[in-house]
């Protein structure tokens, strides 16, 4: 019983955690980027608090150590590089690399 429970507690997380990323595209894009580190860091919060794997899109969008919310060209900076796609987080400085045939 318990085990059911949780299970369906990380998927309700789960589904809050992909509509705090997009709450946090959307104010991104309407360029309320402290709305969007908000939403993000929230989004990083569920994950940690109910154990969830980290999403694609939380990895690629929040920045790890500082949960930034990144956005390339404004918050972050994203380049190709030798096979793979390095995104640097603006605030911290912290780099992140996906080799390109991972995606
Ligand atoms: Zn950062």
């Given at each position: 019983m318990?085990?059911?429970?949780?299970?369906?507690?990380?998927?309700?997380?789960?589904?809050?955690?992909?509509?705090?990323?997009?709450?946090?595209?959307?104010?991104?894009?309407?360029?309320?980027?402290?709305?969007?580190?908000?939403?993000?860091?929230?989004?990083?919060?569920?994950?940690?608090?109910?154990?969830?794997?980290?999403?694609?899109e939380?990895?690629?969008?929040?920045?790890?150590?500082?949960?930034?919310?990144?956005?390339?060209?404004?918050?972050?900076?994203?380049?190709?590089?030798?096979?793979?796609?390095?995104?640097?987080?603006?605030?911290?400085?912290?780099?992140r690399?996906?080799?390109?045939?991972?995606?």
């Amino acid at each position: 019983m318990a085990d059911r429970c949780r299970k369906s507690h990380a998927e309700v997380a789960r589904r809050r955690r992909s509509e705090l990323l997009d709450l946090a595209r959307e104010a991104a894009l309407a360029d309320r980027l402290p709305d969007a580190d908000r939403y993000g860091e929230l989004a990083w919060r569920l994950t940690t608090r109910y154990e969830l794997e980290a999403s694609d899109e939380l990895k690629q969008r929040v920045c790890r150590s500082c949960k930034a919310y990144l956005v390339p060209d404004r918050t972050a900076r994203v380049r190709i590089q030798g096979g793979s796609v390095t995104t640097v987080c603006e605030a911290c400085g912290r780099e992140r690399r996906i080799p390109l045939d991972e995606r």
